[in-house]
């Protein structure tokens, strides 16, 4: 399904497709041209546009109810590795 990208993404990317991996997790899929792509879990995209700003690889994303399908913003935090 295509999204509509939000801020910090929305300048850098043409489109964003959000899909389900497979377990229960959903991931945004960023594209502008067919060598142009790249992408993260949902859950990722949605702190950041919640922060504004892209999070550096050394934080993660983690669900405090251990339920990766709940991506509600309430339920996410940013945690070191």
């Given amino acids: ?8 993404f929305k300048s850098k990317w043409e489109k964003g ?8 997790r959903k991931r ?8 142009k792509r790249d992408g993260m879990t949902y859950a990722r995209y949605l702190m950041c546009v919640q ?7 050394e934080l993660e ?8 399908a709940d991506d509600r913003i309430e339920n996410l935090q940013v945690l070191t590795k």
Avoid: A, C, R, W
Wanted: hydrophobic share 35%.
């Fill in 61 to 68: 994303v983690d669900h405090k109810n251990d339920n990766k």
């Fill in 28 to 35: 945004v899929i960023f594209y502008s041209s067919p060598d």
């Fill in 1 to 8: 399904m295509i999204i509509e990208l939000q801020e910090p």
């Fill in 51 to 57: 922060l504004g700003y892209i999070l550096p690889t």
């Fill in 17 to 24: 497709y959000l899909v389900d991996d497979g377990d229960g």
